[in-house]
């Protein structure tokens, strides 16, 4: 069965950093583009971060801008998103999901196919 996993969200303190991965099971990654989601309490979940299949071409929320980084390893079935100078604000459970084309500017959750359970972030001092 096709399936996404996240890991490495955790307690952070403001400023500080994380580093989410997201493990492909069952599929390759190759094909797909990949994006980061994510869902604070009360709120509606947003798109964060996409990237291409081939790692070519890149997007990001304007919340995050210069802050997160999107990047993939094809050979680890693995794509990676770099969390830096955090914020309280950015506390959520952060999904990602695989589309199978790479989606210009908003990211819309009905584009992405398989998801992953998700990851809880916690930027708090």
């Known amino acids: 069965q096709s399936h996404l996993v996240e890991s490495g969200g955790g307690l952070v303190q403001p400023g500080g950093s994380l580093r989410l991965s997201c493990l492909a099971s069952?599929?390759?990654?190759?094909?797909?583009?990949i994006g980061w989601f994510r869902q604070a309490p009360g709120k509606e979940r947003e798109g964060v971060s996409c990237?291409?299949?081939?790692?070519?071409?890149?997007n990001y929320a304007d919340s995050v801008k210069g802050r997160f980084t999107i990047s993939r390893d094809n050979a680890k079935n693995t794509v990676y998103l770099q969390m830096s100078s955090l914020k309280p604000e950015d506390t959520a459970v952060y999904y990602c999901a695989a589309a199978d084309f790479f989606p210009r500017g908003t990211l819309r959750e009905r584009d992405f196919a398989f998801w992953g359970q998700g990851t809880q972030v916690t930027v708090s001092s």
């Open positions: 990237i291409s299949s081939s790692g070519g071409s890149t």
């Open positions: 069952g599929f390759t990654l190759d094909y797909y583009a």
